[in-house]
């Protein structure tokens, strides 16, 4: 890839440079302890689950075999994004090849893409715990989880596969001055000298067809939970539905939320710095990674048991 724009670039052009925060350089150094602390957790508290289910026999049922997969999505969104952000902020490492960059922006796509529909496909999951207790062994089973992580996994690597080739295809003749800390794909496409709308109308096209659909059908099922849950009459029955459900929500909260405060300062790009869409850019890839594990940790009995038995045998 280098070498291709080597020969089509009148600059020589051989990689790009990431500017973390132009406006606000200070940031960087307030940042990187908090930064690599959520970092180390992310990686830590994400292990810990993952083992724990692997090694625990009780836990190898298919909501827990859903969490292993969102604990590796977010695995490797985390090591595609921070150890670079890092690189920069202690060492000022800013140059990234240009097959780095766009393997970069695939991985962070796509693998975002992956981590929405597991959220989707947990709350159907919880929808038919709740909705039909009795049919749930029958519908939710290893098989229906092994095709739910080919469809999460086919889905996303061939709907964003386009969105690095677009950017690929471009013409970079001028700067190579990425002002992001990631390869963000319009941070990098507005760098060349072509016309960038295609990459922006798939972009847009791609986040709400994906991001959206899957966004509607978490809300959907959580929606027929709730109608669910209070048609129930025994008595301590809506907080033991809510319960199950409860720890799911509130990383579907961590996700969304952070998503949706980051999209609307790009809409508002006009009324706060630059570097704040910049920065909620950095923290979506390292705090809903560092949360997820914790929060399904101290919520779930079953998994709290689990390292609790994993620690003692190892101690």
Known sequence: MAAHQNDTNPTGISDFLLNCFVRSPRWQLW???PLSLLFLLAMGANAILLITIRLEASLHEPMYYLLSLLSLLDIVLCLTVIPKVLAIFWFDLRPISFSACFLQMYIMNSFLAMESCTFMVMAFDRYIAICHPLRYPSIITDQFVLKAVIFIVARNIFMCGPIPIL????????????ENCICANMSVSRLSCDDVTLNRL???????????????????????????????????????????CGSHFIL?????????VFVLT????????????????????????????????????????????????RW
Do not use: M
């Not at 579907?252 to 949706?260: E, H, P, V």
């Open 167 to 178: 950017s690929a295809r471009l013409h970079y003749c001028r700067r190579n001055v990425i």
């Open 266 to 313: 790009h809409v508002a790009k006009r009324k706060v710095s630059p570097d704040v869409p910049v920065l909620l850019n950095v923290l979506h890839h390292v705090i809903p990674a560092a949360l997820n594990p914790i929060v399904y940790g101290v919520r779930t009995q079953e998994i709290k048991q689990g390292i609790q038995k994993l620690l003692k045998k």
């Open 202 to 244: 798939y972009q847009f096209a791609i986040g709400w067809t994906l991001l959206g659909s899957d966004l509607i059908l978490i809300f959907l099922s959580y929606f027929l939970i709730l109608r669910a849950v209070l048609k129930l009459r025994a008595e301590g029955a809506v907080a033991k539905a809510l319960s199950t």
């Open 31 to 33: 940042l990187s302890l």
């Open 252 to 260: 579907i909260l961590f996700f969304s939320t952070i998503l949706l």
